[in-house]
């Protein structure tokens, strides 16, 4: 027999997988196939774009894993938590810890529900690898918040503070939303708009962050997660052509949901923007920048230029976000400080040289709209510190308060009524997702009520933070913590005296 080249071995190892039922209706084996209105007319012809057989995968993740553990034993043996230059980083780490490792297990189980349900085998080998793919990431991470846990506050009950903080209300929301989508519709929403749109601003600018202050644990994480997500942008871009190009009644379809994930994808992004301009010392790019590059530049630009020919306009909303890039980071991080007296990781003081990042790379917004706000901390470090939790979105149950990028001066809080009651959002884009299926978010878990229910114990707020895992000595400020005390005592220990950190 002829040798196979690669794509007939790609073909021979991936294909001829699936089994048509001959004893039951196909409409049964999956019943979510014609849910959603998706025609499909030929998806045989349909490939994964990488083409990767598991044999080849298996290898490509093993030699990865292997380089990231070097990294991370490294770091940890030469105590490298000491060496960053100012431990305020760990507490924008404990906020990624806690919004994104828990969204990476949520998609691993995302793929299997959409490999399960869409009978294309290019499609179900795409997910099976992207879900041991997310599976690998959260496992990584949750590695590296081990180590950290001995080293800072917040972390020594991770998986309950995961579990029951308010703050991971926000990707649990994007994902359940998803999960309880039909199978293509969640492809939409995790493969295209949270990878493909947004996953470069998710780990590119933070990575370089991290190694810009020095955290090369971090970096390794960072690196062994992004090289895995350029599959994945494949996959979403791919499956959206196959779709629009099967049939043009599946159009008008891709693009609600385009009009919905896009929303959803950039508010749960929402704490990237501050993780990116607020707690590095050392910022490489601004979340302004960083959106330009990546989202203005090479999505708007780009990709959807290209989409046009199928009859796709941008997302509904995609000019809100590109006014709110001014704003976004600050209204986040104000959003924050208000409320750290009820989160695992902590706000800060800001330095003299974070009002002059700021102000040049914000000319127009920072200093007249935002820096007052923060200066109000520099004598009291709780003074802008809300008194209960904050009042959240319906839809991506992020704290209603952003202001109108139009008028910063006002609130963007939207009002909807549904079944003679009032819903608040956060925004037009939210508000729009709510009036589009009502009945989904009427459902939604607010933490608030909750707490003023007695969900969380009857002794408020005795027992507020053992439910939440955490103790009320490791939220608040940074620079006035006893972790930050622990970290300039290890570093002079070590002998490292030349930091940039105002102690």
């Given at each position: 027999m002829a040798a196979m080249n690669a794509k007939q071995k790609y073909h021979a190892m991936t294909r001829d997988l699936m089994w048509d039922p001959k004893d039951f209706d196909m409409k049964k084996v999956y019943p979510m196939l014609e849910k959603e209105g998706i025609i499909l007319k030929d998806p045989s012809r349909w490939e994964d774009p990488f083409r990767m057989a598991y044999n080849q995968y298996v290898k490509v993740q093993a030699e990865k894993d292997l380089l990231y553990h070097a990294v991370r034993r490294s770091f940890e043996a030469n105590d490298g938590h000491a060496k960053v230059i100012d431990s305020r980083w760990y507490e924008g780490v404990k906020a990624f810890a806690v919004a994104v490792q828990p969204a990476e297990y949520a998609a691993h189980r995302l793929m299997a529900y959409v490999g399960r349900n869409i009978p294309i085998e290019a499609i179900r080998f795409a997910t099976f690898n992207q879900a041991i793919d997310e599976l690998r990431h959260a496992q990584i991470e949750i590695k590296h918040y081990a180590h950290m846990s001995r080293e800072i506050d917040g972390l020594h009950a991770y998986a309950q503070t995961n579990e029951n903080l308010w703050f991971n209300t926000v990707p649990k929301s994007f994902f359940d939303d998803a999960l309880s989508s039909g199978p293509f519709e969640a492809l939409m929403a995790i493969s295209f708009s949270f990878e493909y749109v947004f996953t470069n601003i998710l780990f590119l600018p933070f990575a370089s962050s991290a190694g810009a202050v020095g955290d090369e644990n971090f970096v390794?994480?960072?690196?062994?997660?992004?090289?895995?997500?350029?599959?994945?942008?494949?996959?979403?871009?791919?499956?959206?052509?196959?779709?629009?190009?099967?049939?043009?009644?599946?159009?008008?379809?891709?693009?609600?949901?385009?009009?919905?994930?896009?929303?959803?994808?950039?508010?749960?992004?929402?704490?990237?923007?501050?993780?990116?301009?607020?707690?590095?010392?050392?910022?490489?790019?601004?979340?302004?920048?960083?959106?330009?590059?990546?989202?203005?530049?090479?999505?708007?630009?780009?990709?959807?230029?290209?989409?046009?020919?199928?009859?796709?306009?941008?997302?509904?909303?995609?000019?809100?976000?590109?006014?709110?890039?001014?704003?976004?980071?600050?209204?986040?991080?104000?959003?924050?400080?208000?409320?750290?007296?009820?989160?695992?990781?902590?706000?800060?003081?800001?330095?003299?040289?974070?009002?002059?990042?700021?102000?040049?790379?914000?000319?127009?917004?920072?200093?007249?709209?935002?820096?007052?706000?923060?200066?109000?901390?520099?004598?009291?470090?709780?003074?802008?510190?809300?008194?209960?939790?904050?009042?959240?979105?319906?839809?991506?149950?992020?704290?209603?308060?952003?202001?109108?990028?139009?008028?910063?001066?006002?609130?963007?809080?939207?009002?909807?009524?549904?079944?003679?009651?009032?819903?608040?959002?956060?925004?037009?884009?939210?508000?729009h997702i709510f009036e589009q299926e009502p009945h989904k978010y009427m459902q939604f878990w607010w933490p608030a009520e909750a707490y003023l229910s007695g969900e969380f114990g009857e002794n408020i707020p005795g027992d507020l933070f053992p439910y939440f895992g955490f103790t009320p000595e490791e939220a608040n400020e940074h620079y006035s913590s006893r972790e930050h005390v622990r970290w300039l005592e290890h570093r002079k220990h070590l002998g490292l005296d030349r930091i940039i950190v105002n102690s």
């Open positions: 390794a994480v960072g690196k062994s997660v992004q090289s895995d997500e350029s599959r994945h942008m494949a996959l979403g871009m791919s499956a959206m052509k196959m779709l629009l190009e099967e049939d043009d009644r599946n159009v008008p379809i891709i693009q609600k949901w385009l009009d919905k994930w896009y929303w959803r994808a950039y508010r749960i992004f929402s704490v990237i923007s501050t993780l990116v301009d607020y707690y590095p010392r050392i910022r490489p790019i601004s979340w302004k920048k960083a959106f330009e590059i990546y989202v203005e530049d090479q999505v708007f630009d780009g990709l959807f230029k290209d989409l046009r020919k199928y009859g796709i306009r941008l997302p509904l909303h995609a000019e809100d976000s590109i006014k709110e890039k001014e704003h976004y980071s600050h209204a986040v991080m104000r959003i924050l400080d208000h409320y750290k007296h009820a989160n695992a990781f902590r706000g800060f003081r800001l330095q003299p040289d974070d009002y002059e990042w700021l102000a040049n790379e914000y000319p127009d917004t920072f200093d007249h709209y935002y820096a007052p706000f923060f200066r109000r901390m520099d004598d009291h470090v709780l003074a802008v510190a809300s008194p209960g939790l904050p009042a959240v979105c319906s839809v991506c149950q992020v704290p209603a308060e952003f202001p109108d990028p139009n008028n910063p001066t006002k609130m963007w809080t939207q009002y909807s009524e549904y079944n003679n009651k009032t819903y608040m959002t956060c925004s037009p884009g939210c508000k």
